[in-house]
């Protein structure tokens, strides 16, 4: 079985897998990480988002071997050991979360999104595409207008 | 009040269940730990109604506990607590409210007593404050240093009882989820992302149509893949184990299947509609001399899509089984999987995992039970999960309904109103009418069926509409369907609704005006009112934009929604803002009781305005996300506002209550927007 080498979340890790797995498989079933979810498989409601050298992307559409020789960022490697990134201590100062299934997939969006546009707009955020079933839409606008103004709302 | 015979006369659905919770409901167990934490093992299942942090401040309240040294696991099936362990029917906070302060006080007044033999000195001087036991003189006794004490203690020396409201620090206070933290960083667990050893990813090959039946099996190809380890069958499919999903998953599409039909493939949409239509009773009054408005709604099958999956671990041996999933009846569950692996009840071990969302989907233990008669023929642990396509076209759905309403009126009043609901048949055999049973049912005495008593539990027009009647009339289909959110109220209440914003327009009268003039219950129109004046009720609104209004009062807990919706381009309409007022009584945790709310406002724009099933020859079209138009950022507004009425009395049931008085709204905004009378729903389909 081909063998695929990549960072993930600051450190090198190399599997075996074929080279059409999706990511999100070898990231779960592989790796133990488990914090990107699965919501559909095909890249439409956004749990699984994660990051591929900085940009958002979905795991499940990804294969393996596209990511080796990159840099992969869950959700679990977001925060600087115990100390939180911005956009989750908003999450927790917001209470967005309600089942949280969803979650790590929007903590990821609105990261990528702050990346690229650091004060966004209700038309900004408008254009992110996660499902929240659970409809924690409000307070998730509500964090992201708060991480960008750095943690005042 | 239902006054049947048989029934006993109770308020609610809630009421109900919490009557047949009685008998243990005080068998709660609240630990102590040497290391000073206190754990109550919560009866209950979390699946993002904030319910363990809600419980959890209950407990730091009555014992003078930091919130953060509470901790609130679920309990493993305990079924000695017979119909004390079913999280439904926005129950869980009115039938523990009592029993976890009970059991907090009186876990209080033993550490307290353990503390005064401790330092020989009387109980009667002793407080608690921040999780120990402190003495007049300066001393102090952390729980955890009295923990083994107190647990010998028999007969404590102060009273056991729960406080006084005024001296709780917590409850009444907006407060942040316990497991955020374990969110946002990733590390909260739901079934899938156990590490049980050896469970092997499993996914089911399943029929073309809804209940379709295996022809012939080819699985050669399947068997040879990579990674693949079994291909067993089972009655609801073929199952394939592998190393990773992806293995699985890609051996599922190389089974060669045939299947048979099942009994409803010649059903589609307008079928289930014309015999919905059918179905109905007729109603009681013909209009002879008196104006009548009538009225006749459809609403689609909805899935119920919670963001997670079905997934279930289990791991069945000889003479044992144990399983890990997300189950809001884990006593029933219990009771058939040990049935059907010929074990007794007490061989299966049910553990509750937190779940990724529900809405009624994990009332059901599909996955559950399929995941056990796998682990059996393969012999091994499996971790089976149903794909999000899996769920859309073999889940479980809110039935399709059809509603008929006539109101008469005469001289400024509605002189009578009747409602004839139609709906597929609501699967509830999940422990309800067990349940209803405990609570001195007698269904067979009263000669109604299980949905008709639910029906009748829970749908209440709440105005004064001369005499109202509904009735529900049950066609049974051989499709899966389930209770969901809200239940019948989600497509009764709406329709009523609905009827009311036409029949006052008919009556030449101001929609809110016209509702606040009948509505029984003054905290209601004190709602109305609330919401009419935050909202700026009647302001002038630019073309294609309109308010709307809704009300809807059900398990102790009212609620009033007015949204603004802009139906400018009528394939795009989007609420642009809501205004909410809820009275739920005593309110425990007001910013969950608002995220409910916020979530219930989601689910009416998403089935008046968005998501829905269709049926197309005994198999359900959509297939996941792409096709099942669950709002998204974009469809839901920007600016929500929410009201919360001051506490008062016992606490009400507040995890559904909105989505009837939300999806109201939405529905009267758009047909103001528009000038015309929605009648199929969702609107855009
Ligand atoms: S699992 Fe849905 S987008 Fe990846
Ligand atoms: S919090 Fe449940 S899906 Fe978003």
């Known amino acids: 079985m081909p063998t695929h080498t990549f960072v993930l979340n600051g450190r090198s890790v190399t599997v075996d897998a074929p080279d059409d797995m999706p ?14 979810k699965y919501g559909c498989g095909v890249g439409v409601c956004r749990a699984c988002t994660s990051h591929l050298d900085g940009q958002e992307f979905q795991p499940c559409t990804h294969s393996v071997k596209d990511c080796a020789g990159r840099t992969v960022t869950t959700i679990e490697g977001l925060a600087d050991g115990d100390t939180l990134h911005p956009v989750q201590e ?25 990346r690229r546009t650091p004060d966004p707009t209700d038309a900004d955020i408008d254009q992110i595409q996660n499902i929240c079933r659970c409809g924690s839409y409000p307070r998730i606008r509500e964090a992201i207008k708060r991480a960008a103004s750095g943690g005042n709302p | 009040m239902l006054g049947l015979p048989g029934i006993p006369d109770v308020l609610d659905l809630g009421d109900a269940m919490i009557l047949a919770g009685l008998p243990t409901a005080h068998l709660l167990v609240l630990e102590i730990t040497p290391a000073g934490r206190a754990a109550l093992h919560l009866p209950r299942l979390e699946v993002g109604q904030g319910l363990t942090t809600a419980i959890a401040m209950l407990v730091a309240d009555e014992l003078d506990a930091e919130l953060t040294d509470v901790d609130v696991p679920l309990s493993d099936g305990r079924p000695e607590l017979l119909f004390n362990q079913l999280t439904g029917g926005s129950n869980s906070v009115r039938s523990l409210y009592d029993p976890v302060r009970a059991a907090a006080a009186a876990a209080r007044a033993r550490l307290v007593t353990a503390a005064a033999h401790r330092w020989n000195v009387p109980a009667s001087g002793l407080r608690t404050a921040g999780s120990a036991v402190l003495a007049p003189d300066g001393r102090r006794l952390g729980f955890g240093e009295l923990a083994a004490d107190a647990a010998s203690v028999v007969v404590p020396a102060v009273p056991a009882t729960p406080k006084p409201a005024d001296q709780r620090r917590l409850v009444g206070r907006p407060t942040g989820r316990i497991d955020a933290r374990d969110i946002v960083t990733g590390r909260a667990e739901y079934a899938g992302d156990l590490q049980i050893p050896g469970a092997a990813p499993t996914v089911v090959a399943r029929p073309t149509t809804v209940n379709g039946t295996l022809k012939s099996l080819d699985a050669s190809v399947a068997r040879a893949m990579p990674g693949v380890l079994a291909v067993v069958q089972i009655p609801s499919g073929v199952a394939v184990l592998a190393e990773t999903f992806d293995q699985a998953l890609k051996a599922r599409d190389a089974l060669r299947t045939t299947w048979t039909p099942g009994p409803v493939a010649d ?77 007794p009840q007490s061989a299966v071990t049910v553990h509750v995992v937190r779940g990724g969302g529900s809405f009624g989907r994990r009332l059901f233990f599909d996955a559950a039970l399929e995941a056990a008669q796998i682990s059996k023929a393969a012999g091994r642990p499996v971790k089976l999960m149903w794909t999000r396509n899996d769920d859309m076209r073999h889940g479980r759905m809110r039935p399709a309904s059809h509603h008929r309403i006539r109101a008469t009126y005469g001289l400024g009043q509605v002189l009578t109103w009747e409602h004839r609901a139609a709906t597929v048949r609501t699967d509830l055999s ?3 009418g067990e349940a209803l049973t405990g609570a001195g049912f007698n269904l067979s005495v009263a000669g109604i069926s299980l949905a008709q008593a639910f029906f009748l539990l829970t749908e209440k027009n709440p105005y004064n509409v001369g005499i109202p ?11 899966h369907t389930g209770s969901w959110r809200s239940v019948y109220s989600g497509t009764v209440r709406v329709a009523d609704e609905i009827m009311m914003d036409e029949l006052a327009r008919r009556m030449g009268q101001d929609e809110v005006a016209f509702r606040r003039a009948r509505l029984r219950d003054a905290a209601g129109r004190a709602l109305l009112d609330t919401v009419a004046k935050a909202g700026d009720w009647g302001r002038p609104m630019p073309a294609g934009q309109a308010q709307g209004v809704g009300y809807h009062e059900e398990n102790g807990g009212r609620v009033a929604y007015l949204v603004e919706l802009d139906a400018t381009d009528r394939a795009n309409p989007r609420v642009i803002k809501a205004v909410i007022a809820a009275d739920v009584g005593q309110v425990i945790n007001p910013r969950g009781l608002e995220a409910q709310l916020t979530g219930a406002l989601s689910d009416g724009i998403s089935v008046i305005l968005l998501a829905g099933n269709h049926l197309d020859n005994g198999t359900f079209r959509e297939g996941s996300y792409a096709d099942f138009h669950y709002a998204r950022q974009r469809n839901t507004p920007p600016t929500v506002e929410i009201h919360l009425m001051p506490p008062s009395g016992a606490p009400g049931g507040a995890g559904e209550l909105g989505v009837p008085a939300a999806s109201a709204a939405v529905a009267n905004a758009y047909a103001r927007a528009t000038g015309t009378s929605p009648r199929s729903f969702p609107i855009n389909f």
């Open chain 2, 430 to 432: 999940h422990g309800l």
């Open chain 1, 90 to 114: 908003a999450w927790i100062d917001c209470d967005v979360a309600q089942c949280g299934f969803c979650q790590p997939g929007q903590i990821m969006t609105a990261v990528a999104l702050l």
């Open chain 2, 267 to 343: 059903l589609s949409d307008a079928d289930v509609r014309a015999k919905l239509r059918a179905a109905h009773a007729p109603f009681l009054l013909p209009p002879l001399l008196t104006p009548y408005l009538d009225g006749e709604f459809d609403f689609a099958f909805v899935n119920h899509a919670p963001m997670e999956v079905l997934t279930a671990v289990a791991d069945v041996r000889p003479g044992r089984a144990e399983l890990w999933f997300a189950a809001q009846s884990p006593i029933i569950a219990q009771q058939t999987i040990a049935a059907e692996l010929g074990l």
């Open chain 1, 23 to 36: 990511l999100l498989w070898v990231l779960r079933d592989k790796l133990g990480v488990t914090g990107p």
């Open chain 2, 469 to 479: 009647t509904q009735l529900l009339a049950e066609l049974p289909l051989q499709l």
